[in-house]
């Protein structure tokens, strides 16, 4: 499928709708977009101007057209100028899909729309949550999910088509080729040396679990020498999490947002999931191909991502978190497995290239029926 300009038609025109704010969907689209541009399809990414700036979307060959995150009218309206003559929209997690449904309001524009995560909220919100979701499961043609439980919860909340979708990761770079000796410049920089390093990865909000991952290094200060957390990531709970952290004295380090989280990932003894439900944690996608030993609160779509390649505990049960870590440090025979294991589960994750041809397919499907030039 190289081309798609069949029969004298133009190009196929998609535009990929991103909120931002996630890194799984955003290099998921930066990828998409490369590989959609280099088999003759025209695509235009709207998304917020500092997406751009991250993931490089012009680089691959795509447009780019800054969209504000918000769904206020003047945000709308420009996604809805961009949209103007596209064959296919595809919008990225459920805030940029409720925006793409009121964009497309009135026009008969197929709408694809991708479910990386399940989306969170509290009390209120939580309601407001449920009724986009219901609004975006019913309009669009197709929603893909990343994980079987994103598809059933899709089929239940009403859409007519949900399929399991094949998200690849872009490849990391490779993993040290001595990975019981992790990379010194980066532990160094970290405060690491002559400690281990554990490694926790995501924005800083209530559903990732960092409650209970401080919980956990209660504990961790009783052991020689004393292990160092370091959480990367920004978010609401900053303030909080730091409290705690200097109030009781835990050996725990909140570096913000980092863009060298391979590097670091790839220097730590553990990896560390303690919540967070994501659908296809970038975290734990990491951590495998970067052979880093996983310890991972069993939720969401996690056992379905990496198999048996990681050591499970319950979820928000910071006893058991602790123990886990404990454990893994002092049996290397078994860090070792989960590193096989690991490197085994990744071989068989889609690629870049069959992510883009099953899009493609979908794509295909929606507008076959489209009017000859």
Known sequence: MSSHSPRGQSPLRTVQVLGGGNAGSS?????????????G???????????????????????????PRSSDPASVAALRAACTDADLVHAHGLHASFR?????????TPLVVTWHNRAYAEGARAHLLRLLERRV???????LGTTSDLVDRARRTGARDARLAAV????????????????????????AIGRPLLMAVGSLERHRGYDVLLDAARAWRRLDPVPLVVVAGEGPLRADLQRRIEDEGLPVRLVGRRDDVGELLAAADLALLPGGEEARSV?????????????AALTGGIRELVGDAAEFVPHGDADALSDAVVRLLDDPGRRERLREL??????GWP????TVAQVLSVYDELTQLRPMI
């Open 27 to 39: 290099a998921h689209v930066r990828s998409l977009a490369a590989g959609l541009v280099a088999r």
């Open 41 to 67: 399809v025209r695509v235009t990414v709207c998304a917020p101007v500092e997406s751009d700036h991250t993931y490089d979307f012009t680089g691959s060959g795509a447009d780019h057209v800054p969209v």
């Open 100 to 108: 793409a449904v009121l964009a497309l309001s009135g026009r008969s």
């Open 137 to 143: 499961a019913r309009t669009a043609a197709v929603v």
């Open 168 to 191: 690849a990761l872009p490849r990391p770079q490779p993993a040290a080729e001595e990975p019981d000796r992790p990379r010194p410049k980066a532990r160094a920089e970290l405060g």
């Open 283 to 295: 975290l734990a996608q990491e951590a495998l191909h970067a052979r880093v030993p996983l310890v």
């Open 342 to 347: 690991g490197t085994r589960q990744a071989a």
């Open 351 to 354: 690629s870049e290239d069959e």
